[in-house]
């Protein structure tokens, strides 16, 4: 019975995205193409965002395997509002873009949604991006799967892109930042990186 009454509330949670059908609602449905993406109000996109990603806390807290979106900055509904907004119909991933064409909020809580979500936000005008990359401390190549991901769709390290100086906190030197812990101190050893791309 508590199985079932977790159902209802969930399809009662998902009621407003997007006004979708009853099958479409079902969380985690594999997406078939790039138009499985609709977009929604700032308003219904912050209300997702939010529970796909305190769901993925909770299962990091719990020690259970997570996507790793404690990190995904979410706006407020106010900045959402002014976003282009769009939600795969699945629930389960999805995207924002400024009006400058910045990408920003991408989230996926299903691994087969990552190129179809980058094909339609390309398609809507995704021209930049920052996401979190690996640097290997030897060569100073840049990879890991979201910079892959990124890519393989047009986008390269936006090397023009500088502002302060090596070692200080948030310093971009030719589109790559050092890692920066929450207490806002650089870490050098953390090969862990912010890219800002372009198309």
């Not at 399809?11 to 985690?28: N, R, T, V, W, Y």
Request: charge should be positive; hydrophobic fraction near 35%; glycine fraction near 8%.
């Amino acid at each position: 019975m508590k199985f079932k009454s977790f159902l209802i509330k969930l399809s009662e949670e998902f009621a407003d995205i997007g006004k979708l059908s009853p099958d479409q609602l079902k969380k985690g449905l594999p997406l078939k193409s790039s138009e499985d993406f609709i977009k929604v109000t700032g308003r219904v996109y912050h209300q997702a965002i939010n529970r796909i990603r305190n769901n993925d806390i909770a299962k990091l807290n719990k020690n259970l395997p997570s996507k790793g979106l404690n990190s995904l900055h979410i706006y407020e509904v106010k900045d959402y509002m002014k976003m282009n907004c769009f939600l795969g119909k699945n629930n389960s991933s999805g995207y924002c873009l400024k009006p400058d064409g910045e990408l920003v909020s991408v989230f996926s809580s299903q691994g087969s949604s990552g190129k179809l979500l980058m094909k339609s936000a390309v398609k809507n005008g995704a021209k930049y991006l920052d996401c979190f990359a690996l640097r290997d401390p030897k060569t100073g190549k840049i990879d890991g799967p979201l910079f892959r991901l990124y890519s393989k769709f047009g986008f390269k390290i936006n090397k023009s892109m500088n502002s302060g100086t090596p070692g200080e906190p948030y310093a971009i030197i030719n589109g790559v930042s050092d890692f920066v812990d929450d207490y806002g101190e650089v870490q050098p050893s953390n090969p862990q990186v912010v890219v800002f791309m372009k198309r």
